[in-house]
């Protein structure tokens, strides 16, 4: 049986953005961003961030400090009975500064690969599962893995996926 999943980009979607993130004192949800976590877990969807993390490329923060911050998330939604389920980040650019991920990759949105990866691992229902970003980029990446996407405009994050759930 296949399973459904709800997709998040991370900066802008789930935590206010802020260049190249990296420090959990500078983290702050966006409103509704917990509830719609926990909507996930609470309605049989996975809840699944999808993420480019260039500053990994550029030299700014390690993979590790990628890792240690969404460990952090996962602490901090657990205080409310909320979970994500799995991170997927692009550490890769183009004209990265680090050279190991000077790679023009599949991962990097708008396209696909951080969402297939989570597909094929997990057996995800693409058609019953959707994906919501704030940039067009985010939007482009679902449409090209063959899910639905939904730009966030700002607001609250858990009136939109209410909204796109109806």
Request: proline letters at 3%; hydrophobic letters at 35%; a neutral charge.
């Amino acid at each position: 049986m296949l399973t459904k999943a709800i997709f998040f980009d991370r900066d802008g979607t789930l935590n206010v953005e802020k260049n190249f993130l990296i420090d959990p004192r500078d983290f702050e949800w966006i409103p509704g961003a917990i509830e719609s976590i926990r909507f996930c877990n609470e309605n049989d969807f996975l809840a699944i961030v999808v993420t480019n993390q260039s500053g990994i490329a550029r030299g700014y923060f390690t993979e590790s400090d990628v890792e240690n911050l969404h460990q952090w998330m996962n602490s901090e939604l657990k205080k409310f009975n909320a979970r994500i389920d799995d991170f997927f980040y692009c550490p890769h650019h183009p004209n990265a500064n680090v050279e190991k991920y000077r790679v023009d990759c599949d991962c990097r949105k708008p396209k696909s690969g951080l969402i297939d990866r989570a597909v094929e691992k997990y057996q995800i229902d693409r058609k019953a599962s959707l994906l919501i970003g704030d940039a067009d980029r985010d939007v482009e990446s679902a449409n090209r893995a063959g899910i639905r996407g939904i730009k966030f405009s700002g607001g609250n994050l858990f009136e939109t996926l209410k909204k796109a759930m109806r």
